[in-house]
């Protein structure tokens, strides 16, 4: 099991961008995939972003491609959300997530076993 510990959300208004950071301890980063997870008002719980942390692919959701980015820093255990162009439907609570030896669509797909982190908030108003 992998702890996690996310950081960055707020309150934004459309078109702003965000950068949510997510903190690991207790496994080894490497061998995990990481993503996010967003949870709407009136959605089901979405992989929105996922990553594998020893080769850097990615797998988005359709409705973020293009202005959601995720990255890694390894020697720092940290995953990134960068998000830009926001719009009021972005808005959840953002949830880090990951799956050791798990590939990042699987992940996203929530197919695998999950660590989830404790969720952050963000809101976009129009």
């Known amino acids: 099991q992998v702890q996690l510990v996310e950081s960055g959300g707020g309150l934004v208004q459309t078109g702003d961008s965000l950068r949510l950071s997510c903190a690991a301890s207790?496994?080894?980063?490497?061998?995990?995939?990481m993503g996010w997870f967003r949870q709407s008002p009136g959605k089901e719980h979405e992989g929105v972003g996922c990553?594998?942390?020893?080769?850097?692919?990615?797998y988005y959701e359709d409705s973020v491609k293009g202005r959601f980015t995720i990255s890694r820093d390894i020697a720092k255990n940290t995953l990134y959300l960068q998000m830009n162009n926001l719009k009021p439907e972005d808005t959840g609570v953002y949830y880090c997530a990951g799956s050791e030896w798990a590939v990042a669509d699987y992940l996203c797909l929530a197919t695998v076993p999950i660590d989830w982190g404790q969720g952050t908030q963000v809101t976009v108003s129009s």
């Open positions: 990553l594998n942390t020893n080769d850097g692919t990615t």
């Open positions: 207790g496994r080894s980063f490497s061998t995990f995939a």
